[in-house]
């Protein structure tokens, strides 16, 4: 019997090769991200908090978290990194899970910071940054 979720059945259909990986990266983002909701989104399992949050690939040979375009990919990502916002993890190397936790925290902050509206819920921050910028000069 098929799934009727269509999240349920991208993951059902997952390579087994891969399954052991998305199955970690969706319990972390879960676990980092607890209030965000999961749907299908481009085609793969997507994490919404306010906006989207990350998105999940996997494939035969590696699986990819989509979603960190905004964020400075250095360090310990900087290495799986395969273009705009897409870290790629080869299935036969152990998940930086650290790194990507702290990834998966930014991304939830900047989401939320971003649901309180501009200036991240400050009121008129550019009005206030330019007075601090005079009292400073």
């Known amino acids: ?7 349920a059945a991208w993951y059902a259909a997952v390579p087994r090769e891969a399954k052991r990986h998305v199955a970690t990266l969706r319990a972390l983002v879960k676990r980092v991200a607890p ?3 999961e749907k299908l989104a481009y085609g793969v399992p997507t994490f919404v908090l306010g906006k989207n949050l990350v998105h999940l690939g996997a494939y035969a040979t590696h ?8 964020m400075a990919l250095e360090g310990p990502l900087a290495k799986y990194q395969s273009g705009k916002g897409t ?3 080869e299935l036969d190397e152990p998940l930086p899970l650290k790194a990507l936790t702290q990834l998966v ?9 971003k649901a309180r509206g501009p200036g991240g819920g400050r009121k008129d921050s550019r009005r206030a940054r330019r007075r601090s910028a005079v ?3």
């Open 105 to 113: 925290r930014a991304r939830v902050a900047e989401n939320l910071a």
């Open 1 to 7: 019997m098929k799934p009727t979720d269509p999240v």
């Open 63 to 70: 699986v990819a978290l989509y979603g960190g375009r905004a």
């Open 87 to 89: 870290l790629r993890f």
């Open 135 to 137: 009292r400073r000069a």
């Open 35 to 37: 209030k965000a909701t």
